[in-house]
């Protein structure tokens, strides 16, 4: 027997086993799954539609094999998780399903629409045989491309209980039915009529197999961008995961170097981390010093220098130098391992808000099939021929068919995709909108988010007869030889005031403090006030307060001393981007409450939270902290949409009710995020908040008109009032006025942006 000790045990000893479940088309689905589960002894159970996970928990280990039966029970497919990131290569396979179904459909179904509404309507078009043609193009299609939904239509007969496919089955099977039998002689199918208007007033008369393939079309092409939109969202766990090294060279204790992989690697391991390297798990150096980026980790936009004694996280890369690390947590237990369960717990809790169409078939298909039946008793029971009592609650089926409702969702989003594009937003599903109308606090990463993400020198203060000329020369030809990330912004702007800097001999970069070395014959030192404290070097009083100034409003200054004499001072510092004070005073005029949330220190935090207009303020906040940090929102009553760009905040974005990723960020951030900007210009976030509200209350009016339709209709088919054909037709008519419905999103104005430069400096258009 497997038992859920072998998949993880919480801190508060709760066992957990998580399971992949198949099959399941809605959230009634996940329902049913759910109950099956929570059946069981000592389990507590909630299954996710979205991600087709169940998470099952237990205070005693569970028997894997007995959750995995109860949802095979259930009509559905279970297998174990992978121990990291959830396996996302059955998703293409589901979309190539359901697009080889949907092909087919369309092939067929577009001359079957075609034949029988036109020949229906205009008898005198009609050649022998024609409903056989029309019959033999529709069969494949309710039989093959239609037979998921019977699938699980049966399946879900078998458990008691109906879905949307049960009433999708069930139409497409009963407009087949009917029009054969019709078609056998029973009907007067391919015999003159009297017209359109006794179409529209005979209970029968007419085939309507286009009833049967337009059914089958629209839902498959739903259930297609539903796929597809599922497919792009779950390689956030896997973007993940690959941060990791995947083989590490081992340091044995005779000294000797062998590359094993990361896997087997153990605590208290000594292993080497050359320049370029992936570090690859959290440890402490034990030998040399070097830069460590780990803005993917922890959101410092700056480069940290560790040495001998410091804590190393693994995923963070060394750009210089050579370490000798002691492994202090492996596998599951490192920060990263700790980020993938972080985004994968926080994507599981917010996907289980079921889909607004599910919500209201679960109360809607019953009543349908409750009416039907109720009609063709009454109908029996007032005397009626069993053939017409038939018919007409055949006739309540058909028009209750759920036509509109499969494209009422997928064509809004298909809609507001394209014209979230022209503004710079791509929606990925639609979940996340049934929250978008409620945000009300709008929670902002600082480090490529509202800033580049790149540092700058920013302002240059010079010495008592120092020459700008001069200290640009000396700073940077020393630091035109270091690979640090200060270095070479000083190095920058050395080439773009007086060129090339000439090469600097005997140079020496000095780990933490700064680097130095001989240019022009003149001894140069570049680097922190410590460094220079060191040397034996003081700063003139007026330069001291220039660098305590600098060093208050969170900017990093550098030092340039020729010849034991300090010329000049550098501040480098993160700078924001151009739109991003323009994009929060957008939202605080929709009356948005904004946070800033990064893993910068204090001083810099504070620093750009003042110059935005930012009050409400969080500094230095690890990655774990940044999800509980939106979680606290939460309790208090918020509605949260956070917008990041890292590694780092994807929990964040995962937790938030509204997750908005830049595009220049890390594929883990855009895989974790609801909405990605695809431009970095901030202007758009507040396009993008009111764009996922217009398309929410385009998805509302939608579903309204599809159930508003039905339920107009279905009284009058009751009645035995609309011929099937008819009824047909004007489902058609809902669909057409859904699609036109969703189609205004793509002249959706969004308010009017100042004017703004793309990436080539070319202006743009504001948003509208």
């Not at 998949?7 to 992949?20: A, D, K, M, R």
């Not at 000049?568 to 005029?589: E, I, N, Y």
């Amino acid at each position: 027997m497997a038992l859920a000790s072998l998949s993880g045990t919480s801190q508060s000893g709760t066992h957990t086993v998580e399971l992949v479940v198949g099959g399941m088309t809605c959230a009634a689905c996940a329902a049913r799954v759910e109950r099956k589960l929570n059946k069981l002894d000592g389990v507590r159970a909630s299954v996710n539609f979205a991600s087709e996970q169940a998470m099952v928990h237990g205070a005693e280990p569970l028997d894997v094999d007995s959750l995995i039966a109860a949802v095979v029970k259930a009509g559905y497919t279970a297998k174990p998780a992978p121990s990291m990131a959830p396996d996302t290569e059955a998703e293409p396979d589901r979309v190539r399903f359901l697009w080889h179904r949907l092909a087919v459909a369309l092939l067929l179904g577009v001359p079957v629409a075609d034949l029988s509404f036109t020949l229906a309507l205009v008898p005198t078009l009609r050649f022998p045989y024609w409903q056989w043609v029309v019959l033999a193009l529709t069969l494949p299609v309710v039989a093959w491309s239609a037979g998921p939904f019977h699938r699980k239509a049966l399946a879900a007969g078998r458990q008691g209980t109906s879905s949307m496919d049960t009433l999708i089955s069930l139409g497409v099977v009963a407009a087949t039915c009917w029009s054969t039998y019709t078609m056998f002689g029973h009907g007067s199918a391919g015999q003159e009529t009297d017209g359109v208007w006794g179409l529209i007033l005979r209970p029968g008369g007419s085939i309507y197999l286009d009833v049967a393939v337009g059914v089958t079309i629209f839902v498959l092409a739903g259930r297609l961008f539903e796929a597809k939109a599922k497919r792009s969202a779950g390689g956030a766990l896997h973007a993940l995961a690959s941060l990791s090294a995947k083989d590490v060279t081992l340091l044995d204790d005779a000294g000797q170097e062998r590359r094993i992989p990361v896997g087997e690697l153990r605590v208290g391991n000594r292993f080497i981390v050359r320049s370029g390297e992936t570090i690859a798990t959290d440890g402490e150096v034990e030998q040399g010093d070097c830069a460590v980026d780990s803005s993917s980790m922890t959101g410092e936009s700056i480069p940290a220098e560790v040495g001998v004694g410091g804590r190393v996280l693994g995923g963070t890369v060394a750009l210089g130098g050579r370490l000798i690390v002691r492994a202090v947590q492996v596998g599951s237990r490192t920060q990263l391992a700790q980020l993938v369960r972080l985004v994968e717990q926080a994507q599981h809790d917010k996907a289980a808000v079921q889909r607004l169409a599910d919500r209201v078939s679960g109360v809607f298909v019953p009543v349908v099939f409750a009416l039907a039946l109720a009609t063709f008793g009454a109908w029996f029971m007032l005397g009626s021929p069993v053939e017409d009592a038939f018919r007409a609650g055949l006739a309540v089926l058909i028009i209750a068919c759920p036509c509109a409702l499969g494209l009422a969702t997928p064509t809004a989003l298909m809609a507001a995709s394209g014209r979230g594009a022209q503004l710079g937003v791509f929606i990925k599903g639609h979940q996340a909108l049934e929250s978008a109308r409620a945000i009300d606090t709008v929670v902002l990463d600082k480090t490529g988010t509202l800033t580049t993400g790149e540092v700058t020198v920013v302002e240059v203060r010079l010495a008592r007869n120092a020459s700008r000329e001069a200290v640009l020369r000396h700073a940077g030809a020393v630091e035109n030889a270091s690979e640090h990330a200060i270095a070479r912004a000083i190095a920058t702007l050395a080439r773009e005031e007086i060129g090339e800097p000439p090469a600097a001999e005997d140079f020496r970069g000095l780990p933490g403090l700064g680097a130095r070395g001989n240019v022009d014959g003149h001894e140069v030192l570049v680097g922190s006030a410590r460094l220079l404290a060191e040397s034996g070097i003081a700063l003139p009083a007026e330069l001291e307060a220039t660098r305590v100034q600098w060093e208050t409003a969170g900017r990093t200054t550098v030092a340039v001393a020729c010849d034991g004499i300090v010329t000049g001072l550098f501040a480098v510092m993160d700078t924001l981007r151009p739109s991003a004070k323009r994009a929060v005073s957008q939202l605080h005029a929709m009356g948005l409450r904004t946070v800033l949330l990064t893993g910068d220190n204090e001083a810099t935090a504070r620093a750009v939270g003042a110059e935005l207009g930012v009050q409400d303020v969080a500094a230095q906040v690890l990655p774990a902290d940044k999800a509980a940090a939106i979680e606290r929102l939460q309790a208090d009553g918020r509605t949260v949409a956070m917008v990041g760009d890292g590694v780092n905040d994807a929990p964040a974005l995962a937790r938030a009710d509204l997750g908005l990723a830049v595009v220049t960020g890390t594929d883990v951030a855009l895989g974790a995020a609801d909405l990605i900007l695809v431009r970095t210009d901030l202007d758009v976030v507040p396009g993008a908040i009111k764009l996922s509200r217009a398309t929410l209350r385009t998805i509302h009016g939608n579903l309204m008109w599809a159930f508003g339709y039905n339920l107009a209709a279905l009284p009058l088919a009751a009645l035995g009032l609309l011929n099937p054909l008819i009824a047909g037709a004007a489902m058609a008519l809902s669909s057409l006025f859904v699609v036109s419905n969703s189609l205004r999103l793509r002249r959706f104005d969004a308010p009017a942006a100042p004017k703004y430069g793309d990436f080539n400096g070319n202006q743009r258009a504001d948003f509208h």
